[in-house]
T-cell receptor, first 114, second 108 residues
Framework: DAGITQSPRHKVTETGTPVTLRCHQT?????MYWYRQDPGHGLRLIHY???????DKGEVSDGYSVSRSKTEDFLLTLESATSSQTSVYFC?????????????FGEGSWLTVV | RKEVEQDPGPFNVPEGATVAFNCTYS??????FFWYRQDCRKEPKLLMS???SGNEDGRFTAQLNRASQYISLLIRDSKLSDSATYLC?????????FGTGTSLTVIP
């Protein structure tokens, strides 16, 4: 158990509405990540954080923003949800930072945009 | 070209069979390699790391061929509980790259 919780676990929202997904960790890990997983694409990095208020873009960051105001929480916001953002979103941590060899995932947040 | 490529399967094998999955990666500077297991509607979980010398964990054996940029996973004596999707994961620099997964179903 990597001590990661995601909320909400399931959400249905309408196109054009903002949505925020929360990732909470209890073990003071410095590095946190948001991925999305879609059929045929595998896991793709949206944004990651390497400390409080330190974030960077990943491969598929368009339409997403993140914030990390405290170590334990990493928020992913879809500013204006589109149907192409229907996906499952996984938060992840690497225990030893970027030098850490393993990555651990939260249970996922299933988002449907209608 | 994708960073990590896997045969998506599906592989349908009888209980007790031996099954092998392969994965290729494109970045020769990749330094760490893993197999993850993902059950339906669950998060990926680390199955095992892959070392250059090859490594074994019970019924699971992983091999790495850096020259060919190729990773394999062998499962012996398949169990029903092995049914899942197996993800090949490669770390290059500060980034993790994920294959799309190989689906395995073990049939009674």
């Amino acid at each position: 158990d990597a001590g990661i919780t995601q909320s909400p676990r399931h959400k249905v929202t309408e196109t054009g509405t903002p949505v925020t997904l929360r990732c909470h960790q209890t073990e003071n890990h410095r590095y946190m990540y948001w991925y999305r997983q879609d059929p045929g694409h595998g896991l793709r990095l949206i944004h990651y954080s390497y400390g409080v208020k330190d974030t960077d873009k990943g491969e598929v960051s368009d339409g997403y923003s993140v914030s990390r105001s405290k170590t334990e929480d990493f928020l992913l916001t879809l500013e204006s949800a589109t149907s192409s953002q229907t996906s499952v979103y996984f938060c992840a941590i690497t225990p030893a930072g970027l030098s850490g060899n393993t990555i651990y995932f939260g249970e996922g947040s299933w988002l449907t945009v209608v | 070209r994708k960073e990590v490529e896997q045969d998506p399967g599906p592989f349908n094998v009888p209980e007790g069979a031996t099954v092998a999955f392969n994965c290729t990666y494109s970045n020769s500077a990749s330094q760490s390699f893993f197999w993850y297991r993902q059950d339906c509607r669950k998060e990926p979980k680390l199955l095992m790391s892959v070392y250059s010398s090859g490594n074994e964990d019970g019924r699971f054996t992983a091999q790495l061929n850096r020259a060919s940029q190729y990773i394999s996973l062998l499962i012996r004596d398949s169990k029903l509980s092995d049914s899942a999707t197996y993800l090949c994961v490669v770390k290059a620099g500060n980034q993790f790259y994920f294959g799309t997964g190989t689906s395995l179903t073990v049939i009674p």
